[in-house]
């Protein structure tokens, strides 16, 4: 039972950052803007959160410049293809290479840093509890605050007049700028909240996951994030349950080995991208399901006055 417990808390660890950047995306994308450079934002943040931390000591610190980070690009991103008009794709490719190439520039220097102890966090009163403390109350404070964050995203976009605007544009960008709705503006703001998102989830990675800073260390969460979108049919209770689901499944690889099952390491590795593969055949499987449920807009391009 305390191997299990250990196994849940790892789980909601390692879920924690692909919540935040699956939310982040699902911000984006609910706004119309697909933006495929997730991992380069995350890269970024990493080791701007990470040269905080060293030099501060303050996680909050470090979460802030990560959000800086994955925000600026972000705003860079949504420059490039809300007033100029460029693809996509090719931007948000194009975002995540030159993330990928510019940390790891950046980092050289931090390679071999080491951050400070870090506190022990707790539960008052539930963290002693038996299995269900280890379990679920003795995480950082950023794991409970994605899960407020889940519902208070689900608030914003389901119950708010701004998110309701926000849906609106990215069903119909047209119908919302006949009504004189800023679109472009909407759309800027979407993205760079959602870089924001990103960013903490990039800084969170290497301050409080790992805690270190190595080349192309998201390895690869940015592209699962990006696939939670779908999987989660753009809503924010399915982009957290996800989360945690790949979370336990790139958990598992470790459980396993720490328990001496004979399974070579190298299929332990593909875990958690071969659930990706998997989950994303089984849901494509019913096409009409993602349209209904898809931002009609998703991806296109929007012309004010065309």
Known sequence: MDAFALLLAATFNAGTVLALA?????????????????????????????ATAVATGNDWLAFGAGALAGAALAAAFGGLV??????????????SLFGAGFSAFVGIGFVQAKIGERPAYAVPGLADLPFVGPAFFRQHPMVY??????????????????????????????????????????????????GALCGVAGAYLSVIYTPLWVEGMT??????????????????????????????VTMLQFHLQSQGVEIPSQFLTMLPYLATIVVLVLISRNAGWIRANMPASLGKPFFPGG
């Open 22 to 50: 699956g939310l982040g995306l699902l911000i984006n994308e609910r706004a119309g803007i697909v933006n495929l450079g997730a991992e380069g934002m995350m890269l970024v943040a990493a080791v701007a959160g990470f």
């Open 82 to 95: 809300i007033w100029l008009n460029t693809n996509q794709y090719a931007s948000g490719l194009a975002l």
């Open 145 to 194: 605050i994605a899960i407020v964050l889940t519902l208070a995203l689900a608030w914003f976009l389901y119950r708010s007049r701004a998110g309701l605007v926000l849906r609106a544009v990215g069903e119909s960008p047209e119908s919302a700028h006949a009504l004189g709705v800023p679109v472009r503006r909407i759309r800027l703001a979407a993205v760079m909240a959602g």
């Open 219 to 248: 390895a690869g969460r940015g592209w699962i994030a990006l696939a939670l979108t779908t999987f989660a049919t753009w809503r924010p209770a399915r982009v957290l349950l996800g989360a945690y689901l790949f979370g336990g």
